[in-house]
């Protein structure tokens, strides 16, 4: 039962129009036994987050614990500060981002990009009953290591090879005829100064397959030297 309610809780859809983006839960399982359970949007939280959440979450908890046993009534002096510079990186990112160069530059990229059509099937939107459908494919130790061995010889990365792999299976899923583009995510957090902040240091960046380097002729080599 509470697996099934932790499930529930966690993929319960968020309305950011009328409810914060963070939910807590304490669930009580016996005299002395108690679950807490935190789900949060990912616009507002990313895996450090996480970390720095649960670390302040308890800090708090354990001083307010403390002040409960010594009877003191305020604690608010002993809190400590939250980190509260994530807004001061919003705008830096938004002020060097959101400007017409960089706007033109990416309409011109996207120029001859379509959109594409993925036929998914109801049965792949369960996320939301608590279910997941999750295919993994294995890779040996024997198999890694040539995987690696070719990145070596290419001059390049296992990161690069399975997002050329990526590209090629959705050209194939979704029979793409033209450029078409992916969104990649990589960590933001480039100071000292955020690593205890809280927020989405995450940013997003366009990859554009090309046509050409999809095709019949094309060599897997030549498609993993432009990714």
């Known amino acids: 039962q509470l697996t099934s309610y932790v499930h529930e809780f966690i993929y319960r859809p968020y309305k950011l129009e009328g409810e914060p983006p963070v939910r807590y839960n304490i669930t ?67 002020a060097q981002m959101d400007v017409q160069l960089v706007q033109d530059y990416w309409r011109e990229q996207y120029a001859n990009c379509d959109a594409l059509d993925f036929p998914l099937k109801e049965s792949t939107r369960s996320r939301s009953r608590g279910e997941q459908i999750v295919k993994t494919v294995d890779i040996d130790s024997a198999h890694w290591k040539r995987i690696e061995a070719f990145c070596k010889q290419q001059k390049s990365s296992p990161v690069h090879f399975f997002r050329c792999l990526f590209g090629i299976l959705i050209k194939a899923y979704c029979r793409a005829e033209n450029d078409f583009a992916i969104a990649e995510f990589f960590a933001g957090r480039d ?8 927020g989405c240091f995450f940013q997003q960046t366009p990859f554009i397959f090309k046509r050409e380097l999809l095709g019949g002729a094309a060599r897997f080599e030549e498609l993993l030297k432009y990714a």
């Open 28 to 94: 009580k399982l016996g005299d002395a036994s108690y679950v807490a359970i935190v789900g949060m949007h990912h616009a507002i939280t990313d895996g450090i987050s996480c970390v720095v959440h649960g670390q302040t979450v308890t800090k708090y908890y354990s001083l307010l614990a403390q002040a409960a046993v010594s009877a003191q009534q305020d604690v608010a002096g002993q809190l400590p500060k939250l980190a509260d510079n994530y807004l001061d990186y919003v705008f830096t990112n938004r």
């Open 191 to 198: 100071s000292r100064a955020v690593m205890t902040t809280q």
